[in-house]
């Protein structure tokens, strides 16, 4: 959620300036953003109002995306909105005329993009041509795969030259007993071949990126797998391996966190009060409506990825570009509506980051390989 906060980019602006960077860290990963444009560091600094100003209607371009390259998922995750909430939407892959028009009207603006949402994003055969278009722009790019689309040679080699950023891995498991307990319908041996073929042919074309992210989801019935799993992570040689704390929607089932919660408690999410499993309350503060631009596989400019039912969009990109819409009269009434801390909008509710104890949802990071 912390993404380009005041205390990490003040220190910044000369080199920001003077050298076109910027370092940033998400979900615990360090990122470097080059050439960066005037027009682009400018841009930078006016949107950064928005958060202290928080007006209805948005100054400048944004800066983050999140865009969904396909609506639908290979796997049946038990605790993932895919496999059961957002369903009933029609299975849909962003086109990529659509993406290309995302990026060009956004592109000398952005400096990240989170290419996912809901789904599984290398069922889109586009995908490393939209990843490709997007690095042309000077865009960090980071995408997250369950790795059970089997890449061929060709394939993961048109991904490492893509000029992506990074690529988390979701492996919950470092046995197939036990990843396939969460990740169902998952072969864990297709997700390592894949792995270990992009390093591979990462390491052939002696390059840095993408880097990779090997994570695991941590589960009361996995987390014994953990030292396992590092060591697996080792030995493929990816460049970080993380554990990342569980997301229980309440709204998918009952006594989730009894039967999911870790018994770590440095690996949950949540707090509980004594002797149960109820959630305790913790401070929480959203700006995702100001801070982030999100783009569902269907061109709606949706609030936050959270608004799968596409209810409070704020426009369609079909209809009118990203900007219309972001500062469309849509938008307007729903940051008009928006507080802070507790929302009643239906997304809002069951937030996953309310009640969170964790400022990010990754709670450990470990690097696996020395940079030079
Ligand atoms: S669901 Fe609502 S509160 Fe949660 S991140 Fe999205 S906009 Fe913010």
């Known amino acids: 959620m912390n993404v380009f906060n005041a205390g990490d980019v003040v220190p910044q602006i000369p080199k920001l300036f003077w ?18 444009s005037a027009k682009k560091a400018a841009n930078f600094f006016v949107s950064g109002l928005n958060q202290y100003l928080r007006p209805a209607r948005p100054l400048g371009y944004p800066v983050i995306a999140q865009v969904e390259p396909a609506n639908f998922c290979n796997l049946s995750c038990p605790l993932c909105l895919t496999t059961s909430i957002t369903k009933s939407r029609i299975p849909t892959l962003l ?23 809901w789904g599984e994003p290398f069922l889109n055969p586009d995908l490393f041509r939209m990843i490709a278009y997007a690095k042309a722009r000077g865009i960090v ?13 060709a394939r993961a080699e048109a991904l490492v030259d893509s000029g992506l950023g990074s690529l988390v891995f979701a492996v919950d498991g470092a046995t197939q007993r036990t990843y396939e307990k969460y990740r169902k319908g998952g072969r864990l041996d297709v997700v390592l071949a894949n792995i270990e073929k992009i ?9 840095a990126s993408p880097v990779i992210n090997m994570r695991f989801v941590v589960m009361k019935h996995n987390e014994v797998e953990i030292p396992q799993a590092r060591a697996l992570a080792a030995k493929l040689g990816v460049d970080f391996f993380s554990l990342k704390t569980v997301d229980m929607p309440p709204k998918i089932g ?11 408690e440095n690996y949950r999410r949540y707090e509980y009060e004594r002797d149960t499993f109820q959630r305790k309350s913790a401070p929480f503060v959203c700006m995702r409506p100001w801070k982030r631009v999100t783009l569902d596989a269907t061109g709606e400019i949706i609030p936050c990825e959270y608004d799968y039912l596409n209810k409070h969009s704020f426009g369609n990109i079909n209809q009118g570009g990203v900007m219309n819409a972001w500062k469309s009269e849509r938008g307007v009434a729903f940051r008009k509506a928006f507080h802070l801390g507790h929302n009643e909008f239906y997304l809002c509710r069951d937030c996953t980051y309310k009640n969170s104890i964790v400022d990010d949802c990754t709670v450990e990071r470990q690097r696996m390989i020395k940079t030079t």
């Not at 086109?95 to 949402?117: A, K, M, S, V």
């Not at 009952?254 to 770590?264: F, G, I, N, R, S």
Request: proline letters at 4%; glycine letters at 6%; aromatic letters at 14%.
């Open 199 to 207: 390093v591979r042919i990462r390491m052939l074309k002696g390059l």
């Open 254 to 264: 009952v006594d989730l966190d009894k039967t999911y919660a870790p018994t770590k």
């Open 95 to 117: 086109p990529f005329e659509t993406f290309q028009r995302f990026i060009d009207e956004c592109g000398d603006y952005l400096l990240h993009l989170i290419f996912w949402n």
């Open 19 to 36: 050298r076109g960077e910027f370092d940033f860290e998400f979900e615990l990963l360090p990122y470097r953003s080059t050439r960066i």
């Open 141 to 153: 790019v980071h995408t997250s795969t369950n790795g059970n689309v089997a890449l061929d040679e």
